[in-house]
């Protein structure tokens, strides 16, 4: 059995000094898993978001669910 490792990004949109996340979208699938972090400590703790849930919270970014105005 092979442990798939997590393939860690972060948005291109991330150049504002640093205040940022970065996912591993490759585990979704497998594990149904998101995992996160914080871009700023890579070895610090991890938040595992369920694969369905992080899908519903980026479908609302995209729809403006979370606009302030």
């Excluded at 699938?29 to 703790?45: E, I, Q, W």
């Amino acid at each position: 059995m092979t442990t798939e490792s997590p393939r860690w990004f972060k948005s291109s949109y991330s150049e504002n000094g640093g205040q940022c996340i970065e996912v591993a979208a490759n585990l979704a699938a497998s594990h149904g898993v998101v995992p996160l972090r914080d871009s700023k400590n890579p070895t610090g703790p991890v938040v595992n978001v369920p694969a369905d849930a992080f899908t519903c919270f980026v479908s609302g970014i995209k729809a403006g669910e979370f606009d302030t105005a």
